[in-house]
T-cell receptor, first 113, second 112 residues
Framework: DQQVKQNSPSLSVQEGRISILNCDYT??????FLWYKKYPAEGPTFLIS?????DKNEDGRFTVFLNKSAKHLSLHIVPSQPGDSAVYFC????????????FGTGTRLQVTL | SAVISQKPSRDICQRGTSLTIQCQVD?????MFWYRQQPGQSLTLIAT?????????ESGFVIDKFPISRPNLTFSTLTVSNMSPEDSSIYLC?????????FGPGTRLTVL
């Protein structure tokens, strides 16, 4: 039972454009969400998080939007850069803490020149 | 944040043997976690390792197969016991610092 889903296994975006990565969850107990970026042969790198008490969080080029009623979150990267090419994972946890993360299946982003 | 190192970075092992993976953090942390990423799959939590107490295992993972030690606040080990080819995965440790988990670089294990 995949409680966190990323339905797009891959995404290709031109440099300078917006990248939008989507994530859906089924467990209504999830109330804290994180996005990670992963390069091959490296561990996941934390990008940005959001609590369920918010619907938007911004950090530089990265913005995460949360729609609790739809159980959906998205990561926007603007502008996209070639160095953003990686696999992106969303993760969710309960009790408002970054413990016992449940990860999505990942989306491979390719930023082209 | 936290800087995490893991040893070994990769290994190739024979079935039936065991491998111990080490995780070292550059600061004292209460909560450490061990994850597995099987080929083409997402990350799955194996267990939570707190210093001074037994590790807490997730459904589908047992202590006999994945014994964990947590001797102090900066170090943990995960042993993959009696390995089979199905154990071929990337094993990652992570730590929780405030409201974020930070990950080590991972250990890529291949079991023949």
């Amino acid at each position: 039972d995949q409680q966190v889903k990323q339905n797009s296994p891959s995404l290709s975006v031109q440099e300078g454009r917006i990248s939008i990565l989507n994530c859906d969850y089924t467990n209504s107990m999830f109330d804290y969400f994180l996005w990670y970026k992963k390069y091959p042969a490296e561990g996941p790198t934390f990008l940005i998080s959001i609590s369920s008490i918010k619907d938007k969080n911004e950090d530089g080029r990265f913005t995460v939007f949360l729609n609790k009623s739809a159980k959906h979150l998205s990561l926007h990267i603007v502008p996209s850069q070639p160095g953003d090419s990686a696999v992106y994972f969303c993760a969710a946890s309960v009790a408002g803490t970054a413990s016992k993360l449940t990860f999505g299946t990942g989306t491979r982003l390719q930023v082209t020149l | 944040s936290a800087v995490i190192s893991q040893k070994p970075s990769r290994d190739i092992c024979q079935r039936g043997t065991s491998l111990t993976i080490q995780c070292q953090v550059d600061s004292q942390v209460t909560m450490m976690f061990w994850y597995r990423q099987q080929p083409g799959q997402s990350l799955t939590l194996i267990a939570t390792a707190n210093q001074g107490s037994e590790a807490t295992y997730e459904s589908g993972f047992v202590i006999d197969k994945f014994p964990i030690s947590r001797p102090n606040l900066t170090f943990s080990t995960l042993t993959v016991s009696n390995m089979s080819p199905e154990d071929s995965s990337i094993y990652l440790c992570s730590v929780r610092v405030t409201d974020t988990q930070y990950f080590g670089p991972g250990t890529r294990l291949t079991v023949l």
